[in-house]
């Protein structure tokens, strides 16, 4: 790992080298400025990202066994937030005091869920916008969403993941209400993740009268909740919300939906268990989200009966 402030080839260990993993993974390593690993759990001879500015195939160096891995400079947790647990054994062997960990996962607890496991080394939460899509276990499609592709804090480590991925096309942006933004995002999956997953139906079915709704129902709560915790909202957060949800094509699923059609287990407690235990924490009612975190927890745990 870099020994000295100026060292400019930086050693990046990518945990997880699925949609949002093989985005970034991709995009670095075609710009060939630093040395990127995937720590993956089966073997790939190559990766290909397929993007806009064209696509690449390229010869990224994998690794299988956390017990052969050595501390990196940057490390990118790119699992699922259930996979992070399961991550630990890497995050053990890839992390020094000086080693940063951009935590690019849903939610809003990423220190809080990363910190215990990455031995002293600094979190960096990322929220990212792009939109990945595995393909296969090594191909990955990416896409951007809007203006820009991740947003990290405006402070020294978020800067320096700035600093990472220039050469890019994955445009990273600074944010000096980093929270606020986290919890907007959340609202968005709030409602878009468990409807269409419990539905399952497309995002077309948030266009029902009754499901918008509804959809508002779970907004006031988790917007009260954000509120207690000091995300500073518009008034009119609710109907932001919903307009930008419908900015999204009805055809398009979310990662609960495809989850859910395949059988894995679901994104559940980074996102409405989050809101839920926000609320428990100011006092604030929550039967919507309540209700569906219930019902979120019983498909989980019948998947995990199957498996
Ligand atoms: N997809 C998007 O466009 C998008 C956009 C914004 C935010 N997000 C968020 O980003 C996070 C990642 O989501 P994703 O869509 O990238 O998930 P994903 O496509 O399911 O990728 C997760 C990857 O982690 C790997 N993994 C899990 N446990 C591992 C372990 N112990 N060691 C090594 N690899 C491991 C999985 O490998 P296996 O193949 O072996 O299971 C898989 O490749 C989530 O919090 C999600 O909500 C996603």
């Excluded at 870099?2 to 991709?26: D, N, P, T």
């Excluded at 979190?123 to 916008?129: E, G, T």
């Excluded at 296969?136 to 951007?144: E, M």
Aim: charged residues 20%; glycine residues 8%.
């Amino acid at each position: 790992m870099a020994s000295g402030a100026q060292k400019s080839r930086l050693s990046i260990a990518v945990v997880g080298l699925g949609s949002v993993g093989g985005g970034a993974a991709g995009s670095l390593a075609a710009a060939g400025r630093h040395d990127i690993l995937a720590c993956t759990r089966q073997p790939i001879a190559r990766f290909t990202l397929e993007r806009a500015e064209g696509t690449v195939e390229l010869p990224l160096p994998v690794l299988t066994d956390p017990a052969q891995a050595k501390p990196v400079d940057w490390v990118l947790l790119c699992t699922k937030t259930h996979q992070t647990a399961a991550a630990a054994s890497w995050l053990a062997r890839l992390c020094a005091p000086a080693t940063r960990v951009a935590v690019m996962q849903n939610g809003i607890d990423h220190v809080a869920r990363v910190a215990p496991l990455a031995g002293g080394a600094t979190i960096v939460p990322v929220l990212v916008y792009y939109n990945g899509e595995r393909l296969a276990p090594d191909r990955v499609r990416l896409r951007h969403a809007g203006s820009y592709d991740a947003v990290v804090a405006d402070d020294e480590p978020g800067r320096a993941f700035v600093d990472l991925f220039e050469g890019t096309p994955l445009r990273i942006v600074r944010s000096d209400d980093f929270a606020t933004l986290a919890w907007r995002k959340l609202l968005i999956n709030a409602v878009a993740n468990p409807i269409t997953a419990l539905t399952m139906q497309r995002q077309a079915v948030l266009r029902r009268p009754d499901v918008q709704e509804l959809c508002r129902g779970i907004l006031g709560e988790a917007i009260a909740a954000a509120r207690a915790e000091g995300a500073r909202f518009a008034e009119d957060e609710i109907a932001r919300t919903i307009a930008t949800l419908f900015n999204f094509s009805g055809e398009l699923g979310t990662s609960m939906y495809f989850d859910r059609l395949a059988g894995r287990r679901l994104e559940v407690e980074a996102l409405t268990g989050a809101i839920v235990a926000a609320g428990e924490r100011h006092g604030i009612a929550m039967p919507l989200n309540r209700a569906l975190l219930t019902l979120l927890r019983a498909i989980n745990d019948a998947t995990a009966a199957k498996a």
